[in-house]
């Protein structure tokens, strides 16, 4: 089974960065997209931020101009740089992976990581 695993998470105060990162399992040979996404306390789960393997991107609207999404596709890695953070960035932040084929020819539409806390607080 595929696996995403997510890190980087922590407490931040307002206005510092963090950078979040997310490596698929080594059985992965591609990904063709992949995303961020967030869920609050009470709220849905949004997009924060999504890639495809030619690297075309798009944002939430309350992020932009503050993160940055990549990805390694050599690693089947993504990449989340967050800078200026504010109190409302304070998620579980999720990995998806869409599209997502193995060595031995296996295919998934999708994939999720299990999260990551981010706090931010003073």
């Known amino acids: 089974q595929v696996q995403l695993v997510e890190s980087g998470g922590g407490l931040v105060q307002p206005g510092g960065s963090l950078r979040l990162s997310c490596a698929a399992s080594?059985?992965?040979?591609?990904?063709?997209?992949m995303g961020w996404y967030r869920q609050a306390p009470g709220k849905e789960r949004e997009l924060v931020a999504r890639i495809t393997s030619g690297t075309s991107t798009n944002y939430a609207d309350s992020v932009k101009g503050r993160f940055t999404i990549s990805r390694d596709n050599a690693k089947n890695t993504v990449y989340l740089q967050m800078n200026t953070l504010k109190p409302e960035d304070t998620a579980v932040y999720y990995c998806?992976?869409?599209?997502?084929?193995?060595?031995?020819?296996?295919?998934?539409?999708?994939?999720w990581g299990k999260g990551t806390q981010v706090t931010v607080s003073s």
């Open positions: 080594r059985s992965i040979f591609s990904i063709d997209a």
């Open positions: 998806k992976g869409e599209g997502l084929r193995t060595s031995w020819g296996t295919y998934d539409m999708s994939s």
